[in-house]
Each structure stands twice: as C-alpha cells, then as structure tokens.
C-alpha cells in the first residue's frame, strides 16, 4: 500500500508564487488520486506491493502487461509528485550546488535549459535535471513518465502539467515557471545530487 506523504508545510507557504488552492488540489486531489489507482493496480498482485516505487518504475518491463501502464502513469505520478513537494521550500534556498554550475555553465544557464524544457513540452509532463551516465543533463518527459523508467535519476522535476499552474496562471506556463524558480529547495538538490 502506497500512501499519500506529507507536504511538509502549508498550502500557502509558498504564496504569492505558488498559490494555496493549487497545492491543496494538487496534493490532496491529484497526487491522492495516482496513489488510489496504483493500489488498485497492484491490487491483485501482492509480490509488487511490497516493492519501493522506484524498483517498480526502473523495472517496468518486470510488471505484468495488464498493469504496467497503469504503474508508469500512476507510479510515476506518485513518484514524480513527492520528489516535487521535498524540492520546493517556502522563500527557496540559495545553496546552489557547484556541479550544476560547472555541467551548464551558470545557474542562469541552467535555469534557461531548464525553463526551455518546461515551456517546450507539449501537453502535459515534467522538465527535469536528472543524472544520466554520471552526466547532468535536462530534458522533459511526457504526462507522468518517470526519467527512472528510462535509466536516469531524477535530481530536480518541474510540473508543468496544467493542474499545477492553471488556477493562478491559466495559460501561462512561461510566468508560473519564472515564479518557481523562487521556491526551490536547492538543499534538497545537492542532497540528491550527492547520493
Ligand atoms: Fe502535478
């Protein structure tokens, strides 16, 4: 059984960038959601009930073909969502680590790649930092495919799928993703950048 986790602060701990209503659909709603409908997925096979989400969505080939795209949508909205919530923090930080830097040049070149990927994704997904090879590198992913299905490790993931922008933003993805630059928790990048 897969359960929601906390958010780890208030709704609108991250005003004005990210407004409350989102978070608590996003959170409560969303999230809650992919995390029912894994379960029902596994429902009827209790061996992957008891694996990390991480074995599920590395080794999806591993799961049986009736479920499998049942996990790598809702898996990997479950996954991606909580490494979401732990990168954000009310107000940011500032400790950005070095090697993102030295892989992109600056932060400003970084964030660029980054804002690039956000904006260019069609439809819904994700832009990510992730660790491919020992490289960095950013790219983005469609709906809620997980870059671990792929053999990357995730480092940094931006939402850009409607529900995480539309209430305060509607259609412009550009500003929402401008404004989460604000509230990123570079201490949790560095930690899993370190890993
Ligand atoms: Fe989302």
């Known amino acids: 059984m897969f359960v929601l986790p906390e958010l780890g602060y208030e709704?609108?701990?991250?005003?004005?960038?990210?407004?409350?209503?989102?978070?608590?659909?996003?959170?409560?709603?969303?999230?809650?959601?992919?995390?029912?409908?894994?379960?029902?997925?596994?429902?009827?096979?209790?061996?992957?009930?008891?694996?990390?989400?991480?074995?599920?969505?590395?080794?999806?080939?591993?799961?049986?073909?009736?479920?499998?795209?049942?996990?790598?949508?809702?898996?990997?909205?479950?996954?991606?969502h909580t490494l979401f919530w732990a990168s954000m923090k009310p107000g940011g930080s500032q400790n950005v680590p070095e090697a993102i830097s030295k892989a992109f040049g600056n932060l400003d070149g970084f964030k660029a790649k980054m804002t690039d990927a956000g904006i260019t994704r069609f439809g819904s997904g994700w832009a990510w930092l992730v660790k491919s090879a020992n490289n960095l590198e950013v790219y983005s992913t469609a709906n809620q495919d997980s870059p671990l299905t792929e053999g990357k490790i995730p480092i940094l993931g931006l939402d850009v799928w409607e529900h995480a922008y539309y209430l305060k933003y509607q259609n412009r993805r550009p500003e929402y993703i401008e404004n989460w630059w604000s509230v990123v928790n570079w201490d949790v990048v560095s930690e899993r950048l370190s890993k």
């Open 11 to 80: 709704f609108g701990a991250l005003e004005p960038h990210i407004d409350a209503k989102t978070m608590e659909i996003h959170h409560d709603k969303h999230h809650a959601a992919y995390i029912e409908k894994l379960n029902a997925a596994l429902e009827k096979y209790p061996d992957f009930q008891s694996k990390k989400i991480e074995e599920l969505l590395s080794d999806i080939k591993d799961i049986p073909e009736d479920i499998r795209t049942a996990v790598q949508n809702n898996g990997g909205g479950h996954h991606n």
